[in-house]
């Protein structure tokens, strides 16, 4: 079992900005992607941002030039920085890992997600 936890939401001004962090625990071998999704009421979730475990990154197109993500392989920890944050931006955020847990024979997959952190902007 690997958990994901969310930590650094909020509420926040438009304009403003928030960091938010995500820590894999857990019986992990190895993990390939982290990456961050949203999710505002009445929408469906979709994806803000990812980054593979050599560091290449995607963006929704929405929040290029706003956001950056990052991690610590080391520390197993993806961070979300957003900047000029936006209403538009208001909705729960959750991270998304997946890899391969260590297991007593063979190494199985993992697909994980964090239980989501509000982030409320004000206009």
């Known amino acids: 079992q690997v958990q994901l936890v969310e930590s650094g939401g909020g509420l926040v001004q438009a304009g403003g900005s928030l960091r938010l962090s995500c820590l894999a625990s857990?019986?992990?071998?190895?993990?390939?992607?982290m990456g961050w999704y949203r999710q505002a009421p009445g929408t469906q979730r979709e994806l803000v941002a990812r980054?593979?475990?050599?560091?290449?990154?995607t963006y929704a197109d929405s929040v290029k030039g706003r956001f950056t993500i990052s991690r610590d392989n080391a520390k197993n920890t993806v961070y979300l920085q957003m900047n000029s944050l936006e209403a538009e931006d208001t909705a729960v955020y959750y991270c998304?890992?997946?890899?391969?847990?260590?297991?007593?024979?063979?190494?199985?997959?993992?697909?994980?997600w964090g239980q989501g952190t509000q982030v409320t902007v004000s206009s």
């Open positions: 998304n890992a997946d890899g391969f847990s260590r297991g007593s024979y063979y190494n199985p997959p993992f697909d994980s």
């Open positions: 857990g019986s992990i071998f190895r993990i390939d992607v």
């Open positions: 980054i593979t475990s050599g560091g290449s990154t």
